[in-house]
């Protein structure tokens, strides 16, 4: 990939060329673009993350005809920029940017703040945003998006049965074998029962046995849950990861639709048996909140509890990040003028 000054790291570049591109504007934080069939990058948008979510960096023009001066004034390096872009995409395979990250519909993503090329960790990217420095709520994004990773995982597997049985210790169940029925509280000694056992849990109402020979159980939360706590925990993440995507009522009421359709429906929602499923579909992420729906059953709470416990607590910590946001602009500006005087 050329570069103007071999010293300055390709994406630091990258960066340089957005800035000269969109001069005049807000300093773009992301740059989004497509790659068509031939591997040639388009559509280039420049954004700026706001909060929690981005917003395009605009460059005003007085008529179509300066919109298109600009867009095709070969002074500025588009062609440069669009070749960098390609590279980086040819390479990602191989050579994974931790700065790009692929969105849904045929779009990526590329962060561009804060490189720090010698140790070539420019910023560990998770999913739609930076996990350090002043990229609020990332850091539970970055919980949301480890959430996601070991539901899509639990369904590509299937839960094994030692794990479906971890979440009903405690609990009364019905053994149905050979032998006859027993029923007993399930201890963490017990092991699975053998084949052709039904084992039932009266606590929660649910039969054991499908959970655990149904292969890809897609309603497999993919973790331990050791109270109602922490499914709250887990969906206010999810949200937190969805967000900038999808709006979390959105993601709650697809999640509840998914949950009363049943199972069968989660079983067939689009791309979460691909190789490389993409974590930033709708269907994704509210499948994984209608795992954590169903696994509330047994902590007696109900999915609308979840879903507004959630809610109240994702809107609560949203707000937060954006105070922490405000003091931390407003005590800059204060240092900027006492340093003036």
């Known amino acids: 990939m050329s570069v103007e000054h071999p010293d300055v790291h390709p994406l630091e ?28 990058a388009c559509g280039l948008r420049a954004m ?6 981005y917003i395009p960096v605009e460059k005003r023009f007085d008529s179509k005809s300066d919109k298109d001066s600009w867009i095709f004034n070969d002074l500025l390096p588009w062609d ?3 070749a960098a872009l390609e590279a980086l995409i040819t390479w990602h395979d ?31 990217y998770e999913a739609h945003t930076m996990t350090d420095g002043h990229d ?4 539970d994004a970055e919980r949301g998006g480890a959430v996601l990773l070991a539901y899509l995982t ?12 971890a979440e009903h210790v405690g609990h009364g169940i019905t053994v149905v074998g050979a032998t006859g029925v027993t029923r007993k509280i399930l201890t963490e000694d017990d092991q699975p029962p053998g084949t052709g056992t039904d084992v039932a849990c009266g606590d929660c109402g649910t039969g054991l046995s499908d959970q655990w020979e149904r292969p890809g159980n897609a309603l497999a939360v993919g973790a331990p849950l050791a109270s109602g706590d922490d499914v709250i925990d887990a969906v206010t993440a999810l949200l937190h990861y969805a967000d900038g995507w999808h709006h979390a009522q959105t993601v ?3 999640a509840l639709r998914i949950l009363i359709q049943g199972q069968q429906l989660a079983l067939v929602l689009p791309g979460l048996y691909d190789e490389v499923p993409d974590p930033r579909t709708l269907d994704a992420l509210a499948a994984a909140v ?9 902590f007696s709470l109900t999915d609308g509890e979840v879903a507004k416990q959630s809610l109240d607590r994702f809107h609560r910590e949203i707000e937060k990040h954006r105070l922490a946001s405000v003091r931390a602009m407003r005590s800059a500006m204060a240092g900027l003028r006492e340093n003036s005087r």
């Open 290 to 298: 209608a795992a954590h729906y169903a696994a509330a059953a047994r």
């Open 80 to 82: 440069e920029l669009g």
């Open 136 to 139: 609020t709520g990332a850091l």
């Open 154 to 165: 639990a369904v590509r597997e299937g839960r094994r049965a030692t794990d479906v049985l």
């Open 48 to 53: 700026r993350r706001v909060g929690h979510g």
């Open 94 to 124: 191989s050579d994974p940017c931790p700065a790009l990250a692929k969105e849904s519909g045929g779009w990526w993503r590329l962060g561009l703040g804060q490189l720090v090329p010698e140790a070539e960790a420019y910023q560990a």
């Open 252 to 254: 709650l009421d697809r």
């Open 13 to 40: 570049q990258i960066a340089r060329w957005v800035g000269e591109i969109w001069a005049g504007c807000p300093e773009a934080t992301h740059l989004l673009f497509q790659v068509t069939s031939e591997g040639e």
